[in-house]
């Protein structure tokens, strides 16, 4: 007997037919017997589905817990009072309250966290190999990665140290410098963001390091990379000490590489072009432009991100902004939509200063104005304001009525001209629209700047040392304008007039309410031309020299 309280009921009690609970068990499924019970209801087709739904999500919910737990855990945030206190202003959003944004990707050589296995360091602290400025347009369907070479002159900001005090200045500096400030193993990431805002005046919203074991990860969790090489590649041109040429690397030609093979193909130098690190820098363009297609062709989505995620933030360090995986893979799905040609990578205007590299002026200006103007560099402004898909654009005020440009000339040799734009008139934006007029009838814009000295009444077009009928002939575009020698020893210089901006009122601000900034200069067509789109030919633009 059972100690519950109240009589024990009898295991089968009887029916009033005499029969048992198996017996009004059959009857319930229709058998006989006559029992009084009702029958139990069936769970339908569809309860049954959604019980299993439910419980799958549940299981799904906890596994996508442990994952995310796991990329939190996994990745590493820098000291965000490490940043300057004198930083440029965030980007305004657009008329659809969207931004553009910044992200510094910076491939580090620290010898900690296994890299020293992979050949990271060489006298301990980190170097930064690679800096990409990353910009992302406000409308996310159009990025560029500006490449600062590591050699390049630049002014280091003051930068915090491990102890907690601050450095002086350091004018003329080597960019990649600012990355071994308080030379840890871990790096200064934060002091390299200084450097790269103080040099820009761009705000960078968000900082990625990523080091030698991150990078390997990464390429073998997409399956490999496809890069190509223009020659035959041998252990004595990836380690120029070794005094001999070694063993076959790599052949020439195309070929899929992952892990260490990946590693070596993005570090080689030697053996390459002039084995400069500009030609490396170039073979780095080719390399994102391959992993970014490779990633895209399987789908941009969580369940091809995570494992990608997985092996890049074992060896992430990023700002405190970007600090956890929900954030990282979101700002991976915001770009998902970027067509690959739309994907841009150039490297910053150089020329090389004794052994190392000094960036040019104006043109490397020209491109962080265009940058903070949220202008791609083939001049489209993509904040500007665009239909939904299926919909109707917002009504705009028209656009300010210019004078039409007189037809171009036929001049067969335009191209080779180079034309430097000078606003003498004092009027906003017009060497924008005379540098769209003469691109338009073909020449070269060398560059587009303001003019020395008071404003001129009326547009001159100078000439250097053999340069006049190209001059006169150029003249035609700007009507009245005289033709005179002078300006550079070589090319044509065009100084504008208050003529031309009295005829070409607004000029500046095509498209744009009134009171808005100017539009940048165009860039010059050598620093747009060498940009590499990320569906190019991944054999072509690899080398320098």
């Not at 100690?3 to 037919?17: C, H, K, L, Q, V």
């Not at 560059?447 to 340069?467: F, I, L, Q």
């Not at 033709?483 to 498209?511: F, I």
Request: hydrophobic content about 35%.
């Amino acid at each position: 007997m059972s100690g519950r309280r109240g009589s024990p009921a009898p295991e089968n009690p009887p029916t009033d037919s005499g029969g048992t609970r198996a017996d009004r068990r059959k009857a319930d499924k229709g058998g006989g017997g006559g029992g009084r019970a009702k029958p139990k209801p069936k769970r339908s087709t569809k309860q049954k589905v959604l019980w299993v739904t439910a419980g799958c999500t549940a299981l799904l919910v906890l596994a996508g817990g442990a994952v995310y737990y796991r990329l939190n855990s996994n990745i590493t945030t820098f000291d965000g009072d490490a940043l300057s206190k004198d930083r440029p202003e965030a980007a305004a959003p657009d008329a659809q309250g969207r931004t553009p944004v910044n992200v510094l990707l910076i491939g580090s050589d620290s010898r900690g966290n296994g890299n020293n296995d992979l050949g990271g360091g060489g006298d301990g602290g980190a170097r930064s190999d690679t800096a990409i400025l990353l910009h992302v347009y406000a409308d996310h369907k159009h990025a560029v990665g500006i490449s600062i070479p590591r050699d390049s002159l630049v002014t280091v900001p003051s930068c915090k140290l491990p102890n907690g005090k601050w450095t002086k200045e350091q004018p003329n500096a080597m960019f990649n410098s600012a990355f071994s400030v308080g030379d840890t193993e871990q790096g200064n990431p934060a002091c390299t963001q200084n450097a790269v805002e103080k040099l820009t005046n761009l705000r960078v919203d968000h900082t990625i390091v990523v080091d030698f074991n991150g990078f390997a990860s990464m390429t073998k969790a997409v399956g490999g990379v496809e890069v190509c090489l223009p020659s035959d590649i041998h252990e004595g041109d990836l380690n120029p000490n070794l005094g001999r040429k070694g063993k076959l690397l790599f052949a020439k030609g195309k070929q899929k590489v992952e892990g260490q093979a990946a590693l070596d193909y993005v570090r080689v130098r030697h053996g390459i072009g002039d084995g400069s690190d500009i030609g490396r820098t170039k073979r780095q363009q080719a390399f994102m432009s391959s992993l970014i297609k490779q990633v895209k062709s399987g789908g941009m989505d969580p369940t091809t991100l995570l494992p990608l995620a997985d092996a890049a933030t074992r060896s992430l360090t990023v700002d405190p902004g970007l600090g956890s995986a929900a954030k990282l893979m979101s700002f991976a799905m915001s770009i998902k939509d970027v067509d690959l040609h739309d994907i841009k990578f150039l490297t910053t205007p150089w020329r090389y200063e004794g052994p190392r590299v000094a960036l040019v002026h104006p043109d490397v200006d020209q491109l962080w104005a265009a940058l903070k103007a949220d202008r791609t560099i083939d001049g489209q402004d993509a904040s500007a304001q665009s239909p939904a898909a299926g919909g109707t654009a917002e009504p705009t005020a028209p656009a300010a009525q210019t004078v039409p440009s007189p037809p171009a000339p036929a001049d067969p040799k335009a191209a080779e001209v180079k034309v430097t734009v000078l606003n003498g008139s004092g009027a906003t934006g017009v060497g924008g629209k005379a540098a769209e007029t003469l691109k338009g009838a073909g020449y070269t814009v060398a560059s587009v700047g303001n003019a020395p000295g008071k404003s001129r009444a009326t547009t001159v077009v100078e000439y250097g040392t053999g340069e006049k009928s190209a001059a006169e002939a150029l003249a035609k575009l700007f009507p009245g304008a005289s033709v005179q020698p002078g300006g550079a020893a070589k090319g044509v210089s065009v100084v504008l007039g208050h003529d031309y901006a009295a005829a070409n009122p607004g000029a500046g601000a095509t498209g744009s309410t009134p009171g808005a900034p100017a539009a940048p200069a165009p860039l010059p067509t050598s620093v747009a031309s060498a940009a590499r789109s990320a569906d190019d030919d991944p054999c072509a633009n690899i080398s320098y020299g």
